[in-house]
């Protein structure tokens, strides 16, 4: 008779692209969504759980490809009996849902809805380096406020909560500009209807932080050799077609006012750029009433980033101090948040424009800005730990333990194997426990308990000498009554000298 093969065990893996955050990533995260949400909070804006599925057809025009609709997406199709099941897929973005919460429930929300959401987004795309599948964002958005008030506040906002969760004023600076400015460049450029042109002169303009001016003549003309030795070919314009667009991603100067008189130089005589420049001075007049000046917020013509999706404004936060690359290169840490106006997300549902602003902020990002800067990370302090000394008293053990957690106090008591002490000790050491509470039956009959404090003892057991040891007990004997009263102190104690 054959041996029946056993089935292979599942391989302990996790899923590429994606990863697992443990104890303290995951309470500095969720510190940091809480510091976030009550500046937006401040500000007036309401939260929003929206589902994490959406229907593909929802999420329409932003899917990499309409043809494939789970290419970009995590997406699936419902089963039903003809096979022609509704597509739905993980939400990629916070934005997309909003436009649908919006168009759904509009005659129930007041106008304007001012909304923030934060939580997991999915995108399926190749991972890589710090690039995962799976990420947090954290938006808000202005829906039904046409205003570039609304845009200002927007920024006002991203430049408190970036000082809110520790990046200080110095090591941040928000840049803004406006799509409408650069409409103004490609009218000037003289393309006429030609849209094709018009989106390679977008994407073109897109690499600027990559390539350069220089880059960019070469890429707007008849092209350039990559860093590879590869030829791009170029849109093929002429050196006065591409003049406004070079004007236009040179033009930030040492103040405003020549900013702004650069800029009206590369729009010419367009309509729609110079509404953009005076859009750009009024969010600038507004800003700096609230008291934001140019070392938090400034007009700058180079944030290109995001211009082909937004309609008005757009904005970028971005991190001025220096890391080191994994090869060792100094180079700035960069963009944490990015928004803009986006009027025209709402109208594929309704049919009628609907002007909306927003920000998003990456949560990860700015995490490991402040483990870079040293404001966050470390090891965080465990629970106190109340040691088993007698499988039959689990009771006192339990009554101790409560007597801490009702006074605030983090504990818990050891639930693994009592018969070894020593492993009760490696597992508070494990948990990175601050103390050890011990009642033996010696301790209960005298009405006292050992309280042992683990960080010193860690000290005193690395450098100092016998004496000194004598001098200087990591473990105190204390009346059952003064439990909470000594683990207080201790802890006290501990955070003065951390």
Same mark, same amino acid.
């Given at each position: ?8 065990r599942?391989?302990?893996v ?5 990863r ?16 976030i ?11 929003l ?11 329409g025009?932003?899917l ?9 997406v995590f ?5 039903d009996?003809?096979?022609q ?8 973005d ?8 919006y ?5 129930d929300?007041?106008?304007?809805y ?9 995108r ?10 799976q990420f ?9 406020? %046409?205003?570039?008030?609304?845009d ?6 991203l430049?408190?909560?970036l ?6 004023r ?16 490609l ?7 030609d ?5 390679n002169v977008l ?8 390539v350069?001016?220089?880059g ?5 003309g ?5 860093a590879?030795? %590869?030829?791009?070919d170029?849109?093929?314009l002429?050196?006065?077609q591409?003049a ?9 100067a040492?103040?405003?006012a ?7 130089? %590369? ?5 729609v ?12 007049d507004?800003?700096a009433a ?10 700058d ?24 690359d994994e ?6 840490f960069?963009?944490?948040s ?14 009628q424009?609907?002007?909306?602003t927003?920000?998003?902020?990456g949560v990860?990002?700015?995490?490991a ?6 404001r966050?990370?470390g090891t965080?302090?465990?629970p ?11 009771a006192?053990?339990q ?9 605030g106090?983090r504990?818990e ?8 002490f020593g ?17 033996g ?16 003892? %860690? ?10 040891w ?16 000594k683990?207080?102190?201790i ?6 000298q951390s």
């Amino acid at each position: 008779m054959a041996k029946v093969k056993k089935a292979p065990r599942p391989k302990a893996v996790t899923p590429k692209g994606f990863r697992d955050y443990f104890g303290t990533e995951v309470t500095e995260r969720t510190e940091m969504l809480h510091q976030i949400a009550g500046v937006y909070h401040r500000y007036g804006f309401d939260a929003l759980e929206s589902a994490a599925v959406e229907t593909v057809e929802a999420l329409g025009k932003f899917l990499p490809d309409v043809d494939r609709p789970n290419e970009g997406v995590f997406a699936w199709q419902e089963a039903d009996d003809d096979g022609q099941g509704d597509w739905m897929a993980l939400r990629y973005d916070l934005t997309a849902p909003l436009a649908r919460v919006y168009a759904q429930h509009r005659n129930d929300l007041p106008t304007p809805y001012r909304r923030y959401a934060m939580g997991p987004v999915w995108r399926n795309e190749k991972p890589g380096p710090g690039r995962y599948r799976q990420f947090y964002q954290c938006d808000a958005d202005t829906v039904g406020a %046409a205003s570039v008030a609304a845009d200002a506040e927007i920024c006002a906002m991203l430049s408190d909560t970036l000082e809110t969760v520790g990046i200080p004023r110095g090591d941040y600076l928000v840049r803004v500009n406006n799509r409408k400015v650069l409409n103004g460049v490609l009218e000037a450029m003289g393309l006429g209807d030609d849209q094709a042109a018009k989106d390679n002169v977008l994407r073109t303009i897109d690499k600027f932080d990559k390539v350069g001016e220089s880059g960019v003549r070469e890429l707007l003309g008849k092209g350039r050799l990559d860093a590879s030795g %590869a030829y791009i070919d170029g849109v093929g314009l002429s050196d006065d077609q591409a003049a406004p667009v070079l004007a236009f991603l040179t033009s930030k100067a040492a103040d405003a006012a020549k900013t702004f008189a650069n800029l009206r130089d %590369a729009v010419g005589g367009s309509a729609v750029g110079a509404e953009g420049i005076a859009e750009l001075e009024q969010i600038g007049d507004l800003l700096a009433a609230g008291g934001y000046g140019a070392d938090r917020i400034e007009i700058d013509p180079s944030v290109v980033r995001g211009l082909g999706y937004y309609t008005g404004p757009v904005f970028e936060a971005e991190l001025t101090f220096e890391i080191f690359d994994e090869k060792g290169r100094k180079r700035q840490f960069g963009s944490v948040s990015g928004g803009g106006r986006y009027d025209d997300l709402v109208k594929r549902f309704t049919g009628q424009a609907v002007p909306a602003t927003g920000v998003s902020i990456g949560v990860d990002r700015l995490l490991a800005a402040l483990r870079e800067k040293g404001r966050i990370g470390g090891t965080e302090a465990g629970p106190v730990v109340v040691t088993v000394m007698d499988k039959a008293r689990m009771a006192d053990y339990q009554e101790m333990v409560a007597e801490l957690r009702n006074a605030g106090i983090r504990a818990e008591v050891y639930l693994g194997n009592p018969k070894n002490f020593g492993n009760q000790l490696k597992y508070a050491d494990k948990r990175n426990s601050p103390i050890a509470v011990i009642e033996g039956g010696d301790e209960k009959e005298k009405g006292v308990i050992q309280i042992k404090d683990l960080i010193l003892g %860690a000290k005193i057991a690395e450098s100092a000498t016998l004496e000194e040891w004598k001098e200087r007990p990591s473990q105190f004997e204390v009346g059952r009554g003064d439990l909470v009263a000594k683990v207080r102190e201790i802890l006290a104690s501990q955070e003065g000298q951390s």
